[in-house]
């Protein structure tokens, strides 16, 4: 439930890149910055992005490797 596709987006814009605001974030993904402040604040919660001293976001890794199965209901 926390990774949902606009999430992952996010995600994609964020590895490799240095720390951003909520608005530069909002921009890169081409969506409202209410939305992708709510979504930070998940993924923030979640332990999937950091914060910085002075207010900025990380996605501290270079990489991501997810293992998950999808079935038919």
């Known amino acids: 439930k926390v ?3 606009k999430r992952w987006d996010l ?4 590895t490799g890149a ?3 605001s ?3 974030a ?3 993904v081409g969506r409202d910055v209410k939305a992708v402040h709510a979504d930070v604040q998940l993924l ?3 332990g ?7 207010g900025r976001i990380v ?3 270079d990489a991501v490797h997810v293992n998950f199965l999808l079935e038919a209901a």
């Open 3 to 5: 990774l949902s596709g």
């Open 11 to 14: 995600l994609k814009v964020m």
């Open 18 to 20: 240095a720390p951003i």
């Open 22 to 24: 909520i608005r530069e």
């Open 26 to 28: 909002a921009r890169r």
């Open 44 to 46: 923030l919660n979640a």
């Open 48 to 54: 999937i992005l950091r914060k910085t001293d002075e």
């Open 59 to 61: 996605f501290p890794f």
